[in-house]
């Protein structure tokens, strides 16, 4: 896109430059309500845990929720961050590709892979074994009625 100025001499139209996104006032307004949520549900899994009925299931949820809660801080800050990364890049005239290659460079691209001698084995079983531990149950009573 060419513009034309006041003397009739066109120059390129530069891109209009994207502005950074910053910090809202509603952002931290709903991630103090996430995180104030879940200390919330934390407190309550505790007071379960601390009641007569409670079990360690509730002890670890009540220690698993405010975890979540940080997570929700560390998950929004990641997001804006790259986000900018982006933003930075394209208003610079980078292309997106060089954002990947500079990821490639820090990080790498090897695949990750679970050494197989950590899992269990898988069971083979041929359709007759399989059909053997799997006999169909309707129309039989358990007390041998018919």
Same mark, same amino acid.
């Given at each position: 896109?060419?513009?034309?100025?006041?003397?009739?001499?066109?120059?390129?139209?530069?891109?209009?430059?994207?502005?950074?996104?910053?910090v809202r006032a509603w952002h931290i307004v709903l991630l103090v309500v996430a995180v104030v949520a879940s200390l919330l549900l934390a407190?309550?899994?505790?007071?379960?845990?601390?009641?007569?009925?409670?079990?360690?299931?509730n002890l670890g949820y009540a220690l698993q929720w405010p975890f979540f809660g940080a997570f929700f801080v560390y998950a929004y %800050?990641?997001? *804006?961050?790259? $986000?900018?990364?982006?933003?930075?890049?394209?208003?610079?005239?980078?292309?997106?590709?060089?954002?990947?290659?500079?990821?490639?460079a820090r990080y790498g691209d090897d695949e990750t892979e679970i050494d197989t001698d950590l899992l269990p084995? %898988?069971?083979? *079983?041929?359709? $007759?074994?399989?059909?053997?531990?799997?006999?169909?149950r309707r129309g039989h009573h358990r007390n041998g009625e018919s």
């Open positions: 896109m060419m513009l034309v100025d006041s003397r009739g001499v066109s120059e390129p139209a530069e891109p209009r430059q994207r502005s950074r996104i910053r407190y309550w899994q505790w007071t379960r845990y601390q009641s007569g009925t409670g079990t360690f299931q %800050r990641a997001g *804006l961050r790259m $986000e900018n990364e982006k933003i930075d890049a394209v208003n610079e005239g980078r292309s997106l590709d060089e954002l990947y290659q500079a990821d490639l084995p %898988r069971p083979e *079983l041929g359709v $007759e074994e399989f059909n053997a531990l799997n006999q169909p």
